[in-house]
């Protein structure tokens, strides 16, 4: 696996990697990879004939500075799982590189990312939009590849590509999974013991309230059973638990045949994000 700091050699790479018009896939990260990340890496593969990740924790995207402070940074234990998953080419600029003294342009998405996440944490998807806008402009991939757990996340991503006509094909793909349920995220290792087994509640809770709205439950009430098994199981703050469209992101009243069940709260100092496909046939 070819290794680029910076900005240097990244043109010629690329074109080393298309000759002979090699399909592209990028999978964006921001380090501190996990099994999930590796998953996104195996569907690139699939999807492309070279695969190029890219390393950068973002600082545009943090609105806490405690919370960037925090982030884990393992770029050589990082670049070892990419380079094992088959990953052409790793890519990790700087904040030099993207953000250079008199940097002054921000993508905004607005619609899809300004409730939930966009609401709880202001200016965070103005800091995504700008760096993937940034990413897909220096690799110019086919396919990007993005987890499905930063749901979110993805439609913004879609809109935003869709938006400035990009040509990136977008893709989700399904969240990874502890053995007893819980996303995989870099920021299960912040848990300690204790957190770490209660926060499987929040994944159960989503599951439930899934199985309440597809066996005809009114959608308040199973987000109210959710919301209190959560606050038994410890979490608290919850900053939202809520049944949406999966394309708007617009919260919904009535059951729909196609819905996602998001939501986002804190055990101890650890934010943690999940959601669930809610899909039925008819309603
Ligand atoms: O999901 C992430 O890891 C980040 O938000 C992303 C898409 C790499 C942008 O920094």
Partial sequence: MQIINGLNGLDDAMAALRSGGARVAMVPTMGALHDGHLALVAEAKKRADKVVASIFVNPLQFNDKGDLDRYPREEGSDADKLAAAGCDLLWMPTSDDFYPEGFATTVSVAGVSERWEGAHRPGHFDGVATVVAKLFT????????FGEKDFQQLAVIRRMNADLGLGVEVVGHPTVRA????????????????ERAAAVALPNALKAAAAAIRSGSAPADALAGAVSSLNEAGFGPIDYVAYVDPDSLEPLEKAQVRGRLISAAFLGKVRLIDNFCVEMDTV
């Fill in 138 to 145: 220096g690799i110019r991939p086919n396919v990007a590849i």
């Fill in 179 to 194: 053995e007893d349920g819980l996303a995989l995220s870099s920021r299960n290792a912040q848990l300690s013991a204790a």
